[in-house]
């Protein structure tokens, strides 16, 4: 198999599983149980998807694991996903993430988080790595040739991709 198609089959079967990824929790329940007292992640483990346990994925495997997730976002069992149903899933997904944000950045324990509360994160957390991955020259600023090299790489992973040699 060329390089090229190599690629392009890891591509596709990468887009496969990630359209699948909520599969195996939508079978299960919300997908939002706890594993070893850290969140599950949503996306289905490889043995998950690898349901005859050969350690290969097949396209079947993986349409298998799509008509779970589809099925379980139709509602009226149409055969069909309306906009609203879609958007019901998108919802329960979102009301997660605001969970697990709040989980992760309310220090007073009040259930909600305020601006200074939030503003710890960035300048700490993530935000900080984001902002130390986007300037790429380690100036401490932002010019506008970085920023459009954020944009043009996907959420500030730039000097990430530039590091594996990505252009």
Known sequence: MTRFS???TRMVLTGLVIATGFAAQASSGDGAGKAGGKMRHERPSFSMLDADG???????ELEAHARVRFDEQDANKDGKLSAEEMAQGDQKRAERRAGKMIERHDTDGDGMVSFEE???????????????????DGNGTVSEEEFAQMKDHGRGHGKRMHKRGDN
Request: hydrophobic fraction near 35%.
């Open 54 to 60: 050969n350690g290969e994925l097949t396209r079947a």
């Open 6 to 8: 190599t690629m392009t």
């Open 118 to 136: 939030m503003s710890k994160a960035g300048k700490e957390g993530r935000g900080a790595k984001m902002f130390e991955r986007i300037d790429a």
